[in-house]
């Protein structure tokens, strides 16, 4: 006998579940799917056939039963579906088909995915898409289907996320910490491919903003790198390329490493490596200037930009003392050390030896130098430069392993020449009497290449008088030409008394033509104050003291 139902539009004969194994699988590899379904009939009904719709319609399929299903009242029964995975997406069941009874009298129930069930979570129960007013069934035999335990342990899913294969290609980087500023630091970079052939691929490096300047990135020819091209490489091919970093200044940074490539089934994948790079000075400098004449330290001289250097004085020999310490984690071989002046010669006094010095971390080292600054010239010149040239390498013997770098250090000491204008007071007594005149003569002479004038002026003190002109512009002095005044003065007090100072001062036509021919630091009117603007005492007796 045929077993007759009727149903109305909300009474749903079988309800319907589907559930993913796992919430996300890397394409290329299995997953289950597992479909269960309740019977919420009085009477057994067969399931003959299951249809999956997916939200990519190319895995849409059909699942055949070798004969019908026998599902019990009130009981629920699961199929397991194993399923391989290629592309790359979200993929989602969205309908059910099932088939109920035996051929040719079947009858179809559809499904679809809830819309609240549509992310990783609940179960899909499923909406009856066509609800049943009436069926036919033949009954079949009888076949009890027990729970897949599949069903019973998982977290309900209806989506599996299907991610990129595992990295086809393998990126190592390997490198001696740190990085030693100026030397050439070799990085191996080493690519191994998996299962898949690569068809092509690209090496980029990529550092943080503002730190180009500071790092170069180099190939095996120590030219500038910027990529590097991969062609096809089989399954198992192992590939080492060598790269160079040259760092110039900082502390450190950050150098990714990135490969973008292509294997051989389509798949676009990017893999990138972090890089940490701490840099270090290979050698500290400490530098020392003694007079050689009194052996006496010279006291460094501020500088116009704020930093310290000493002052070399034209024809005085000074003796240069550089103490060097290795502050690597690395041994280093000190090959040459040179001094380049652009304002004399230096002679080694005691340095290295022609075939170079280890230093071990920390170890220290000392030479110097017998400076002799140029003899003054009456030229105009910029602010002298002065460095040391370093060479050295990492490591000990001479092995090629590391290559040989070389930097410069600063000398903090500088020769400036002489300003081409001379001024000065001609001795006066060394003591005044009270009302005796005494003269005092201020001289100039223009060592320049152009016409100079001068204003020549008197600070009075009440301790003396003055005959002379307070107020005096020079005449125009033609290079090589000099002048003079001459002041008496009497003193009308006893003791210790302040002297009439006198000033000379360029004019202001002067200034502008002597600054537009020379460069030097000092300005001409700074020059010629230091050489006569400046304060003295002196001790006048009463009358009629005899000095002499």
């Not at 319907?16 to 289950?32: F, G």
């Not at 003959?48 to 939200?55: E, Q």
């Not at 290079?479 to 360029?506: C, D, H, N, R």
């Amino acid at each position: 006998m045929p077993i007759c139902y009727a149903v109305n539009q909300s009474f749903p004969l079988v309800s319907a579940r589907v559930q993913w194994s796992v919430p996300s699988v890397h394409a290329k590899n299995s997953v289950k799917l597992a479909i269960a379904f309740t019977n919420h009939a009085e009477h057994p009904l067969p399931v003959a056939g299951i249809d999956l719709t997916f939200s990519d319609p190319r895995l849409n399929q059909p699942v055949s039963l070798e004969q019908p299903v026998l599902l019990e009242p009130e009981s629920e029964a699961a199929f397991c579906l194993v399923m391989d995975l290629v592309v790359i997406q979200e993929l989602t069941v969205e309908e059910l088909h099932l088939h109920l009874g035996h051929a040719p009298n079947k009858l179809r129930l559809d499904y679809a995915l809830k819309s609240e069930h549509a992310g990783a979570g609940s179960w899909n129960t499923g909406t009856a898409l066509a609800k049943l007013q009436s069926a036919e069934l033949n009954k079949g035999p009888s076949k009890h289907v027990h729970d897949n335990e599949l069903c019973s342990v998982m977290l309900e899913r209806p989506m599996v996320q299907v991610l990129p294969p595992p990295a086809t290609l393998v990126l190592e980087v390997e490198h001696q910490a740190p990085v030693l500023l100026f030397e050439d630091f070799n990085i191996n970079l080493s690519i191994s491919t998996n299962a898949d052939q690569l068809s092509s691929g690209r090496i980029s490096f990529g550092l943080p903003e503002g730190a180009k300047d500071e790092l170069q990135i180099l190939d095996a020819e120590k030219q500038v790198l910027d990529e590097i091209l991969l062609s096809d490489m089989l399954p198992g091919t192992r590939l080492e390329v060598p790269i160079w970093l040259r760092a110039t200044v900082g502390v450190g940074t950050v150098l990714t490493v990135s490969c973008g490539y292509t294997t051989h089934q389509g798949f676009n994948q990017l893999v990138q490596i972090p890089v940490e790079l701490a840099f270090k000075n290979p050698v500290h400098v400490q530098f020392h200037f003694l007079d050689a004449a009194s052996g006496l330290e010279l006291q460094p001289a501020t500088l116009p930009d704020g930093s310290s250097a000493a002052q070399l004085n034209p024809g005085s020999n000074v003796i240069m003392l550089a103490q060097f310490t290795c502050s690597s984690q690395h041994a280093l071989q000190l090959l040459s050390i040179t001094p380049e002046l652009s304002f004399g010669t230096a002679s080694e006094l005691n340095g290295i030896e022609q075939s170079g010095l280890v230093l071990e971390p920390n170890d220290g080292f000392s030479a110097s130098w017998l400076l002799v600054p140029a003899p003054n010239q009456l030229e105009p010149s910029h602010l002298t430069v002065a460095h040391l040239e370093l060479c050295y390498k990492r490591g000990h013997g001479t092995s090629d392993q590391h290559p040989q770098a070389q930097f410069s250090v600063p000398i903090p000491a500088i020769s400036t020449p002489k300003l081409p204008v001379e001024a000065y007071l001609s001795p006066g007594p060394e003591q005044y009497v009270c009302g005796e005149a005494a003269s005092m003569t201020v001289h100039i002479s223009n060592l320049s290449s152009v016409g100079l004038k001068f204003l020549i002026s008197v600070d009075m003190s009440q301790d003396f008088l003055v005959s002379g002109p307070t107020r005096l512009h020079t005449p125009q002095l033609e290079p090589g030409a000099s002048f003079q005044e001459t002041y008496s003065m009497i003193p009308v007090k006893t003791g210790q008394v302040l002297l009439p100072t006198i000033k000379v001062k360029p004019t202001p036509e002067t200034s502008q033509v002597f600054d537009s021919w020379w460069t030097g630091t000092v300005p001409l009117e700074d020059h010629l104050a230091g050489l006569v603007s400046v304060e003295q005492t002196s001790f006048v007796h009463p009358p009629g003291v005899h000095l002499y």
